[in-house]
């Protein structure tokens, strides 16, 4: 920077300050700018000012002395803080007028059809590389043969997991009695709801329900329950009678079965003729 011309300026600005009876003691206060660097730009330091806020410093410092023309103030400091452009010089041969070649064309030439197997050789190294890399992790990776348990093992499971994430499984509990002969059925849903019917064979009855329902089926071997990926068929021998059952989610958590005992009437007349008989 021109300090001379720089000093010319600021000795304007500071007789303009002192007539305005403006003190750097209160310019520091308003800007916040400390008052030593207000008195090293007053004096022509520039050099002891930090060179980032410089500009910033000198361009508060005119808009408190509240110059109208203080952006032309301004300018004449961008223009002495503004470093020399630097020139550069061509060097020229005397005798031709020619410009003195970094390289020469025939050196160029040499690199470049030089350079081109070069890039080659790299381009095929780096494929054969990647190819070896290829059939090693092919190697470290057998494939595993599933047999056809597995395959089927493998695609319930999937229909299960399928089954546990959809919103129809998560909401609801359906129930489908299918019967392939007459029975007698009475369930209870959701501890509330109570129904009981004759389902004929080759029938079947879908029962929608919150989270329980609870049975009691008078032909259970005669009945299919199926829910989801579950069945349960039959339900219980033939004879018996499911006197409570109790089904969920998880599918049939408690059953209770009975056989019926046989007619005493029966009994008692087999009995008599028996006596009967002795005697004779």
Do not use: C
């Not at 021109?2 to 209160?26: G, P, V, Y």
């Not at 009975?258 to 004779?280: A, F």
């Amino acid at each position: 920077m021109d300090h001379e011309a720089f000093n010319q300026i600021i000795s304007e600005l500071k007789a303009i300050r002192e007539e305005k009876r403006i003190s750097l003691q209160t310019i520091s206060e308003k800007t916040r700018i400390r008052l030593q660097y207000l008195e090293w730009l007053e004096s022509g330091e520039l050099d002891r000012l930090p060179q980032v806020y410089d500009r910033f410093i000198f361009k508060s410092y005119l808009q408190e002395l509240g110059i109208e023309n203080w952006e032309s103030y301004l300018q004449q400091f961008d223009a002495l803080r503004r470093p020399p452009a630097k020139t550069t010089t061509v060097f020229h041969k005397k005798a031709t007028g020619e410009k003195k070649e970094f390289i020469s064309k025939a050196q160029l030439l040499k690199i470049v059809y030089g350079g081109i197997p070069l890039l080659i050789i790299i381009f095929l190294v780096w494929l054969l590389m990647r190819n070896n890399s290829a059939k090693i992790s092919e190697k470290e990776m057998p494939v595993k043969e599933l047999t056809a348990q597995e395959i089927v093992k493998e695609v319930q499971a999937k229909k299960k997991q399928e089954v546990k994430t959809s919103p129809k499984a998560a909401d609801s509990l359906e129930i489908l009695l299918k019967a392939h002969d007459k029975s007698w059925v009475r369930y209870i849903k959701d501890h509330a709801d109570t129904s009981d019917f004759i389902l004929k064979g080759n029938n079947a009855v879908k029962i929608v329900a919150d989270s329980v329902v609870e049975f009691t089926i008078g032909a259970p071997f005669a009945i299919t329950l199926q829910m989801d990926s579950l069945v349960y068929a039959p339900l219980a021998k033939q004879g018996e009678v499911i006197s409570y059952m109790k089904v969920t989610r998880q599918g049939i958590v408690k059953k209770r079965v009975v056989r019926p005992r046989r007619n005493s009437t029966n009994s008692t007349k087999r009995s008599s003729q028996g006596d009967s008989t002795q005697t004779r």
